[in-house]
């Protein structure tokens, strides 16, 4: 099985750098995935990393450390609008499923 | 390229009654899987298809099942409705080309209400 854990809420500034924390333990490992999921919407895909280190997407980075089974998201310049729920999930060898931590609830005040 | 679609969006249903839902994946994509998220439980997998076939299984009672079609579209049935099957279901797609960045798109979900 997985344990994927993240905090449950965090708020930063408007223009602001903030890292949500991911760590997980795992059978086996495939992936890590962030997901970005505004109130009553679907989630929407914001990054992966399969290798060690840092992906960088615009104002998103993600960072993994397998040997460690940490990540995190960083959000840089941020706006009103990234005010969401950041969701990371993990793919086990298992299977093809996505394992989902319970999110991390951001607020993003002016 | 159209999304994932998903129909209903919105579901009432009774305790003891049963329920489908449709989902119809980005054009292309072959896998679908679907999850339910609760308020308490978060994203939870319930199952994927491939290929008309099921690959995996979440740790869900078999009241929870599905099917996919030759043009890759997908219903989950949930029969025998309890309360705490209220939720928001998910379904989301993918090639499933079986690389580890395979990544799955989701649709804007059906939120079923069991009363």
């Known amino acids: 099985g997985q344990n994927i854990d993240q905090p449950t809420e965090m708020t930063a500034t408007e223009g602001a750098i903030v890292q949500i924390n991911c760590t997980y333990q795992?059978?086996?490992?495939?992936?890590l995935f962030w997901y970005q999921q505004h109130a009553g919407e679907a989630p929407t895909f914001l990054s992966y990393?399969?290798?060690?280190g840092l992906e960088e997407k615009g104002r998103f980075s993600s960072f993994l450390s397998r040997s460690k089974g940490y990540s995190y998201l960083l959000l840089k310049e941020l706006q009103m609008k990234d005010s969401a729920s950041y969701l990371c999930?993990?793919?086990?060898?298992?299977?093809?499923?996505?394992?989902f931590g319970k999110g991390t609830s951001l607020l993003v005040t002016p | 390229k159209a999304g994932v679609t998903q129909t209903p969006r919105y579901l009432i249903k009774t305790r003891g009654q049963q329920v489908t839902l449709s989902c119809s994946p980005i054009?292309?994509?072959?896998?679908v899987s679907w999850y339910q998220q609760t308020p308490g439980q978060g994203l939870q997998f319930l199952f994927e298809?491939?290929?008309?076939?099921?690959?995996n299984k979440g740790n869900f009672p078999g009241r929870f099942s599905g099917r996919q079609f030759s043009n890759s579209r997908s219903e989950m049935n949930v029969s025998t409705l309890e309360l705490g099957d209220s939720a928001l279901y998910l379904c989301?797609?993918?090639?499933?080309?079986?690389?580890?960045?395979?990544?799955?798109?989701f649709g804007p979900g059906t939120r079923l209400t069991v009363l």
């Open positions: 989301a797609s993918s090639f499933r080309t079986g690389g580890a960045t395979d990544t799955q798109y």
């Open positions: 795992t059978s086996g490992f495939n992936g």
């Open positions: 990393n399969v290798l060690d």
């Open positions: 999930a993990v793919r086990d060898r298992s299977g093809y499923a996505l394992n």
């Open positions: 054009s292309g994509h072959r896998s």
């Open positions: 298809y491939f290929s008309e076939t099921q690959r």
